[in-house]
T-cell receptor, first 116, second 115 residues
């Protein structure tokens, strides 16, 4: 496979469930990102990982827990979510490093999450 | 802080007509600018990017964009639109707060193509 892949593509969960989203990049990048895209709202950056270290947490509620075991994989663990968390969750990767102005992000297809 | 404005929420064009999507940025130094496209239910695909040099950049799918520093704009253009270009288009600028590696996105422009 090439590029950035995300699984599952669709997920329906109850508010008491625990689930995880998975992202894998095959581009040899060192930085990975989680974004939330809700209807009629701008794209929201949630987390950034650079060389497996979290470098950005954009005031995300603790019911979202990221994990980056290596530079190729990124997870988003979900528990006790709310209906307003229903959205498209996008993963992206880039070459990474610090202060690289030209760093270009490549996105996966997203996971459509519905919280009942 | 950097910001990106896409003034048009929706645009409708006829197939074969030319297209221009507007993007204005707010940034003190030389910006690093991107255009992405998102088809329904899909992720964002990079169309083109501008870092420096020639202010007219070519991208994939026949798109181009022109950087105009005097107008703080980076408008996306296509001479002849195809029905498959119907999608949402996002302009973005590199966000330098916190050491870079972040993008600030506009709110997007939804393009509809009439046959």
């Amino acid at each position: 496979e090439t590029g950035v892949t995300q699984t599952p593509r669709h997920l329906v969960m109850g508010m008491t469930n625990k689930k995880s989203l998975k992202c894998e990049q095959h581009l040899g990048h060192n930085a990975m990102y989680w974004y939330k895209q809700s209807a009629k709202k701008p794209l929201e950056l949630m987390f950034v990982y650079n060389f497996k270290e979290q470098t950005e947490n954009n005031s995300v509620p603790s019911r979202f827990s990221p994990e980056c075991p290596n530079s190729s994989h990124l997870f988003l663990h979900l528990h006790t979510l709310q209906p307003e968390d229903s959205a498209l969750y996008l993963c992206a990767s880039s070459q990474g490093g610090s202060g690289i102005l030209s760093d270009t992000q490549y996105f996966g297809p997203g996971t459509r999450l519905t919280v009942l | 802080a950097q910001s990106v404005t896409q003034p048009d929420i929706h645009i409708t064009v006829s197939e074969g007509a030319s297209l221009e999507l507007r993007c204005n940025y707010s940034y003190g130094a030389t910006p690093y600018l991107f255009w992405y496209v998102q088809s329904p239910g899909q992720g964002l695909q990079l169309l083109l990017k501008y870092f420096s040099g020639d202010t007219l950049v070519q991208g994939i799918k026949g798109f181009e964009a022109e950087f105009k520093r005097s107008q703080s704009s980076f408008n996306l253009r296509k001479p002849s639109v195809h029905w498959s270009d119907a999608a949402e288009y996002f302009c973005a600028v590199t966000d330098l707060t916190g050491g870079g590696n972040k993008l600030t996105f506009g709110t997007g422009t939804q393009l509809k193509v009439e046959l």
